[in-house]
């Protein structure tokens, strides 16, 4: 550790259509929009009496688009096909707005997604 301020995500927000991220340090607007810059990954589990079911239903989603937020640091994704997942990936390829490289990956639950 360097001391130096980490950049990375710190929260997520899940919203009608994607989700919001919101990062420790302010982003660079160019590659924090580009939706190139992301990757989203699904998949389930099938609930047996076995233990484990192993991965299914895996897809690749497209980030349909992604907008800076006024913030400086949220970053809102649209996701194509976007609908509750026990396992979701999320790849991030972006900068921070002072040029250093924020590469991460968010893995989480999403249980519903709001109507509005």
């Not at 950049?7 to 160019?30: C, N, Q, R, W």
């Not at 009496?49 to 640091?73: C, P, R, T």
């Amino acid at each position: 550790y360097t001391g130096a301020a980490l950049k990375m995500p710190v929260a997520m927000k899940v919203k009608k259509g994607g989700v919001e991220i919101t990062f420790s340090a302010p982003l660079d607007k160019d590659t924090a929009s580009d939706p190139d810059n992301y990757s989203v990954d699904t998949s389930n589990i099938r609930w047996t009496h076995d233990y484990g079911s192993g991965d299914y239903d895996k897809q690749e989603h497209l980030v349909d688009d992604a907008k800076l937020l006024e913030d400086g640091k949220t970053v809102a994704l649209e996701i194509e096909n976007f609908a509750p997942a026990h396992q979701m990936k999320i790849g991030i390829n972006i900068k921070a707005a002072n040029g250093t490289q924020i590469r991460d990956t968010v893995w989480n639950t999403v249980h519903v997604v709001p109507e509005k």
